[in-house]
């Protein structure tokens, strides 16, 4: 099968790939092209990273660059690095034995690139290109599985899940990612080796998550580690069996990729949705997301569950817009995000996209919605009320922030002093 390497692959990669090729092969070496971007380049598809194979050792490869990285180089990999663009260039290897689940107990460096291809997960995953011929090296029924969008694993299925507790993960998000099929006896595989994926990292866990986050339909990775009841390997207490709410999931899918927390929050809501947020942030605390992506999640979820408590067939109610939501937005991503209309619209999954344009228009207005943007502040109300405790300098000024919310015309310093004079009044009496 022909690839036409140049519309696929952009100038600048190539011609890094052309240079680490001809290093290589300059030098007596092979030199392939292989995994993931091979299986990209077949389907037509520009490849995010670029891997290379080859029977030079490690200190060999070394010699033949000027900046390399020992990023794995125990088992064989080295990255080369070329106008700060990362290469992996990992030398033809044989994995001996898994005892532990996750890795090889020990690596013996191959002499042929067929040895290598073997140790690879997926019949997929297992082509080479030689850059220099063209020639495609598909020793395994690769090119036939991706034309059938089919998922099977080299050899036995239980094997290979046993050798490491990840692969049936990313056999999920393969599915998920490229819209295949996992091949029966793969897919029964991942149920049979459940004792090994449950001694993954949580860490590879979720990041293939949020690897399949990026493709084009990550509900499809929720509904397939539902269905195979991945999330209890790691997470016990959970029900038994978990229905994910199709109408959820479907928000997941329109999600922007860069909101990573609101695709956890959608994909944990269309699992959960009764649970509380301290009860999630236990859960993504366990999977080992990050802080942030904790932290992002829990206030859309927040969102997510009191929007379907509050939302009425009355319309819009401006002030909840702008004390329940508009105002935490600000609070929780101004400091990362350049805010705009546009920005607010990446809201419509959680809210609809009546609500989302409504939002939208009312943060175009740039409304005060934080005790920040108020024209009076702490120091005001001491200079002109110095018999006021500061134990009230909180509820006076969140009460005019409410009237502020209410009506934006009031932030004027003048007025906010005067109702700041009726409010301390009123809390005397």
């Known amino acids: ?153 080299i050899g036995n299925p239980i094997k290979r899940f046993t050798e490491d507790g990840l692969r049936p993960i990313r ?97 944990f809501y269309a699992l959960i949705s009764e649970f509380s947020s301290k009860e999630l942030e236990v859960i993504l605390r366990t999977l080992k997301f990050s802080g942030l992506n904790t932290k992002d999640c829990l206030l859309f979820f927040e969102f997510l569950t009191k929007w379907e408590k509050t939302q009425t067939a009355n319309g819009i109610d401006v002030f909840v817009i702008k004390k329940d939501y508009l105002a935490p937005v600000k609070r929780h991503f101004q400091s990362r995000f350049s805010i705009d209309s546009e920005w607010i619209q990446k809201l419509t999954p959680l809210f609809g996209s009546t609500t989302a344009v409504e939002m939208a228009r009312i943060w175009e207005q740039n409304p005060p919605l934080l005790l920040t943007d108020l024209k009076i502040n702490g120091n005001h109300l001491a200079e002109s009320f110095p018999d006021l405790a500061k134990t009230n300098y909180g509820i006076i000024l969140n009460q005019l922030l409410d009237l502020v919310l209410h009506s934006p015309k009031e932030n004027e310093y003048s007025r906010l002093l005067h109702h700041s004079a009726q409010l301390i009044s009123n809390l005397i009496i």
């Open 171 to 267: 056999a999920l998000r393969f599915a998920s990612t490229l819209d295949f099929s996992i091949e029966p006896e793969t897919k029964k595989a991942i149920q049979e080796t459940k004792q090994i994926t449950k001694k993954i990292s949580l860490e590879r866990f979720q990041d293939e998550v949020l690897k399949s986050f990026l493709g084009p339909k990550p509900s499809r990775m929720i509904q397939l580690l539902a269905e195979e009841s991945i999330f209890q390997i790691f997470l016990p207490t959970l029900p038994d069996r978990l229905f994910p709410k199709d109408i959820v999931l479907e928000k997941l899918d329109q999600t922007s990729k860069d909101l990573t927390g609101m695709q956890l929050a959608l994909a």
């Open 1 to 153: 099968m022909p690839i036409d390497i140049p519309s696929l692959v952009p100038n600048h990669y190539l011609n890094h790939l052309i240079q680490i090729d001809s290093a290589l092969k300059g030098a007596g070496y092979e030199c392939y092209l292989v995994g993931g971007s091979v299986r990209d380049l077949v389907m037509g598809k520009i490849p995010k990273e670029y891997d290379l194979t080859t029977n030079a050792e490690p200190k060999q490869v070394k010699r033949l660059f000027r900046t390399v990285i020992d990023t794995g180089i125990e088992h064989g990999t080295v990255t080369v690095v070329l106008d700060k663009i990362n290469y992996e260039v990992t030398t033809y290897r044989i994995d001996k034995d898994y005892t532990d689940g996750r890795r090889p107990d020990f690596v013996e460096f191959g002499t042929t690139l067929s040895e290598d291809l073997k140790r690879r997960d997926f019949t997929m995953n297992a082509l080479a290109l030689n850059l220099k011929t063209g020639i495609l090296v598909d020793e395994h029924f690769g090119l036939n599985d991706i034309e059938q969008k089919t998922i099977r694993t």
